[in-house]
């Protein structure tokens, strides 16, 4: 089960915590109105959205981090480092949309008893040429949401694999109307099922 930040229906809640296992993102705002159990926890580990959770107690302490025994960090160093110098270009107001984090999660994962997983830049080079074929308006980066079905798709392609809260809006600069279709298209496809539940569009940098 993958469960996104949008919202989730109250009769969801307990389909979600039936599921093997569980993923949420960052701050797991889906945690308790989407069930509560939790397995992995995906998270940015660039730029503000980084700093802001490691830098909070109340994520460190959050109950649906504390059960997560892996957290997932989404970003590959290397891919965000080839980043760094063409986005400054593209978009300098994103001047520390790059700065990384990931040594720190994974400092916070061996204090806290946890697998830390990076997500290697091979599952974001596939998922930008998945969704090259749906013509995206010009984007920056997949959404964390994107970037971990294309993960657990390609690492568990035997499993049952639902999507909840997922309403594929949010930030400018991810391309949520071809991830949508790609979705959609996996749906279509059978590799995935989606859940019901409307929007919650949130402005995280990058999240």
């Known amino acids: 089960m993958i469960v996104g930040n949008g919202e989730i229906a109250e009769a969801e809640a307990g389909i979600i915590d039936a599921a093997d296992?569980?993923?949420r993102f960052n701050d797991c705002r889906s945690y308790g109105a989407g069930g509560s159990r939790t397995h992995a926890v995906a998270v940015c580990n660039t730029g503000r959205p980084a700093k802001a959770?490691?830098?909070s107690q109340d994520w460190r302490t959050h109950p649906g981090v504390v059960s997560a025994g892996e957290i997932w960090s989404v970003r590959d160093p290397e891919k965000f480092?080839?980043?760094g110098a063409p986005l400054a270009v593209s978009h300098p107001e994103l001047d520390d949309f790059c700065d990384d984090y990931t040594d720190a999660f994974s400092a916070f994962c061996a204090n806290a008893g946890k697998t830390h997983v990076v997500i290697d830049k091979s599952i974001?080079?596939?998922v930008d040429a998945s969704l090259s074929a749906f013509?995206?308006?010009p984007y920056v980066v997949p959404s964390?949401?994107?970037i971990v079905i294309a993960e657990v798709l390609n690492n568990y392609p035997e499993a049952e694999v639902t999507l909840a809260g997922f309403g594929h809006?949010?930030?400018e600069w991810h391309p949520f109307a071809a991830e949508r279709q790609l979705v959609d298209s996996y749906i279509a496809a059978g590799r995935l099922r989606r859940l019901g539940g409307k929007t919650l569009v949130s402005s995280s940098y990058g999240a």
Do not use: N, Q, R, T
Request: hydrophobic letters at 65%.
């Open 21 to 23: 296992f569980v993923i």
């Open 53 to 55: 959770m490691l830098g």
């Open 81 to 83: 480092a080839a980043m």
């Open 124 to 126: 974001h080079e596939a």
């Open 135 to 137: 013509a995206p308006a």
């Open 144 to 146: 964390s949401g994107m």
């Open 169 to 171: 809006a949010g930030w």
